[in-house]
């Protein structure tokens, strides 16, 4: 095969063609040395690095053409860690394949349609070229496809009767062309030219004159033509038939020996991705707010003034990256104040005994902090000292309709270091600590004034390392800084998403199928007062509308035939069972799957299972079932687990359903719960390694007994606080649970994929805070 790299950089200059790697890679050396260090070149948030690939007329073949336009289609989605986001699917200077005839058919592209309605990034270059740089205009983003439409597309490629069509079905047909020169599709097949040969262009790349930058991506894209050699269609779709749920770029392209493209580009992801960067000067603050009508959008809303985090983008959910947030319950005791003693009687000299007042310890000595004076005081505090110990914490009057201070959160953010997301509420984008409602205070308790509630909400993290690392982090400053209490009436809860990606009806149905036929396992791992906790109602247990309206007739019911895709028709033998289940599938909208779970109509009473945001299906599935805790261990497994759960039901295909759900509904059966039922329940998930702690767990709460009376939860006035944590056992926790690998068994026909917080992030040093 003969190949020819041609590369230019969309600022007016070209580089010259050549055939001989080593020739053209000192040429390009000697340009960007003239370029960078003679004259004032800037490759800014317009421009990109475009990259030709050119085959000979021998080699460009239909079948060869297919197989390269498979592989391109497949490997894309993987590429959100390669670019930064003003460079996505949804630039217009580089416009993905979702708006190409592959699914548009023949519909031509109205850009003036698409940019009514736009999502608003933070320039790249704002205060490195100029302050106040206005925000970049992105489309709104072409989000996942659904597998079938997915497999459609790769369906259509391979059925193109020669390479004029190929080229016709890569291409972005836009309407109005002329009214936007900057247009350009982020791949681009080209007609042969007058030698017969073709070029495939990568146009997406963001601007650049840094030569390890033009030089890796230049390996990337030879690299995957190279793939595709002497290969068809068919064989590349069977090669990766799950691509992009079960790999990351990288090690997809290790895997195909592609180790310094992969290494170049791994070690951007701690960067901004844009290597120019590095040579511009910071010329003010990092965000500056002299001009607050550029950072708001039409509605005055504050979601576009966020530039989007790569952790939240539509490409992470695609590869099976779950996001997460916690609520942590708990109580705080305030102390007594003892009142000054009245002047001393004029008949008796007391002055040796005067009392001078103050606050009443019954813990003197321990030294931790109590509550303040008021609610909002102790709240603030708390805050403060979460905020001290590196993990921004601020309170929920701050976030309060009309009282919320944009300008003020967003300088917050940046003296902090952090980066505003877009799409995600401000209240949930740092730690949040708040009073309580559900938890009433335990007045004169203990020798104290009150043990009153308070609830701690993190921000949205993702299943990664560093946020597990986060959690425990907060759970040691927590106990390390303050007397606190666990008592029956507090609740864990834990909600999870598929970071800014709309959950559809499809996806909450099987959710809750399987939680239905999981809940018993699930409840072993609870205090026994869960079972029949108001707030966090069992979804086939007593008091919920699926036991209490249990109909025979249900088990009866006409259901889609995709039901039958994720039940066993073994489930005939568990008609209360099947009876909820078909129930459940019959929902037509999330209203009334949610009135399923929640008897009470939206009441005071919750599901063990609770969908918060129904109206709009965006935001997260809320699991409440564990009992109040502070054990960063307890915490971390039981957030693994209800990820891992989430994941099966989003991607697990039907062929693991029929197996998993056969072994765990047999927990239902009366008496203990069987070791084996438990190792296969965990091995399914790929947490096997967490079998002794939880049969540990099983027995421990199997020995106790439950009181749901939510009045009767006084805690006794020598319950003890939580204990401190160590620096020993905080990095033990980071290394053996946040970093460890955990495998999902359960996607078919792939490599056990490796969660985001294995091997594929290094363990960081560990910041405790004390």
């Known amino acids: 095969m003969s190949k020819k790299t041609k590369l230019i950089n969309l600022i007016g200059l070209g580089f010259v063609d050549t055939s001989a790697n080593l020739d053209l890679k000192r040429q390009l050396k000697k340009i960007l040395i003239i370029l960078n260090r003679k004259y004032l070149t800037v490759s800014n948030a317009e421009t990109r690095l475009k990259v030709a690939v050119h085959l000979n007329r021998y080699d460009a073949t239909p079948e060869q053409m297919k197989a390269i336009a498979a592989l391109i289609w497949i490997a894309d989605p993987l590429l959100g860690d390669v670019h930064p986001p003003h460079c996505g699917p949804n630039s217009i200077s580089s416009l993905g394949l979702r708006y190409s005839k592959l699914i548009r058919d023949e519909s031509p592209l109205s850009l003036k349609a698409q940019l009514v309605s736009t999502i608003r990034t933070e320039d790249p270059w704002n205060n490195h070229l100029s302050p106040n740089r206005r925000p970049l205009k992105l489309l709104s983003h072409p989000g996942e496809l659904k597998e079938a439409k997915y497999h459609d597309v790769v369906e259509k490629i391979l059925g193109a009767d020669s390479v004029d069509h190929l080229i016709d079905l890569m291409s972005v047909s836009i309407h109005d062309a002329k009214d936007y020169p900057q247009a350009s599709p982020a791949y681009r097949f080209e007609l042969p030219d007058e030698s017969g040969g073709v070029a495939i262009w990568f146009n997406q ?9 033009i030089d890796n991506w230049i390996a990337f894209c030879v690299g995957i033509i190279l793939l595709s050699i002497g290969k068809n269609g068919a064989s590349i779709s069977d090669s990766y038939p799950k691509l992009r749920y079960s790999s990351g770029i990288f090690a997809f392209l290790r895997e195909n020996g592609l180790y310094k493209p992969a290494a170049y580009f791994e070690a951007t992801l701690k960067t901004n991705k844009i290597p120019d960067l590095d040579r511009w000067p910071i010329v003010s603050e990092a965000v500056s707010f002299r001009n607050e009508d550029s950072l708001l959008s039409s509605d005055g809303f504050y979601t576009t003034t966020a530039f989007l985090d790569s952790d939240f983008t539509p490409s992470r959910s695609a590869r099976n990256v779950c996001s997460f947030g916690i609520e942590l319950e708990m109580y705080i005791p305030t102390k007594r104040y003892r009142p000054k003693s009245p002047p001393p009687s004029l008949l008796l000299d007391l002055s040796d005994s005067a009392d001078t007042g103050g606050y009443i310890d019954p813990h003197s000595n321990d030294d931790r902090q109590t509550g303040l004076s008021s609610p909002t005081e102790t709240v603030d505090h708390i805050a403060a000292v979460l905020t001290k110990k590196g993990q921004l914490a601020t309170n929920t009057a701050m976030h309060d309709g009309l009282d919320f201070y944009q300008t003020a959160w967003l300088k917050m953010l940046v003296e902090h270091r952090l980066v505003p997301t877009a799409g995600i509420d401000h209240k949930y984008q740092t730690w949040t600590v708040t009073t309580d409602g559900s938890l009433h205070a335990f007045k004169g308790w203990a020798g104290y004034e009150s043990a009153s509630g308070i609830e701690v909400v993190s921000p949205v993290l993702q299943d990664r390392a560093t946020s597990w690392e986060k959690v425990v982090n907060v759970l040691s400053s927590l106990r390390n800084n303050f007397r606190l209490l666990e008592t029956s009436n507090c609740g864990f809860h ?38 029949r906790n108001k707030w966090a109602l069992n979804i086939l247990g007593e008091g919920s509308f699926l036991h209490d309206k249990y109909n025979e007739g249900w088990q009866h019911l006409e259901v889609a035939s995709d039901f039958w895709h994720y039940v066993p028709r073994s489930m005939a033998s568990f008609p209360s069972i099947l009876g909820p289940l078909k129930k459940i599938w019959n929902a037509k909208d999330e209203k009334e799957l949610q009135v399923l779970l929640n008897p009470s109509g939206f009441g005071f009473e919750k599901s063990g299972i609770f969908l918060p945001k129904w109206r709009s299906l965006n935001g997260t599935v809320e699991f409440r079932y564990l009992e109040g805790t502070l054990d960063p261990d307890l915490i971390i497994r039981w957030g693994q687990l209800l990820t891992a759960l989430f994941r099966f039901a989003d991607k697990a295909p039907s062929e693991k359903w029929e197996p998993f759900l056969a072994t765990v509904v047999r927990s239902r059966q009366p008496g203990a719960l069987d070791p084996n039922l438990l190792r296969e329940f965990l091995t399914f998930l790929g947490l096997e390694d967490d079998y002794d702690f939880w049969t540990h767990r099983v027995n421990t709460m199997s020995e106790l007994e439950g009181d749901n009376d939510q009045l009767s939860c006084r805690p006794d006035d020598n319950q003890e606080f939580c204990s401190r944590i160590d620096e020993v056992e905080i990095a033990a926790l980071h290394k053996n649970l946040c970093h460890r690998k955990r495998t999902h068994p359960f996607l078919v026909g792939e490599r056990a994929e490796e969660a985001k917080g294995g091997t594929t992030e290094s363990a960081s040093p560990a910041n405790n805070p004390q």
């Open 494 to 531: 834990i909600h999870i998403a598929k970071g800014l990606e709309t959950l559809s009806i499809h996806l909450l149905r099987k959710l809750c199928i399987l939680m239905c036929c999981v809940e018993d396992v699930i409840l072993r791992f609870c205090h026994p007062s869960r079972r």
């Open 205 to 213: 790349h963001c601007g650049t004159l840094d030569y390890h930058g």
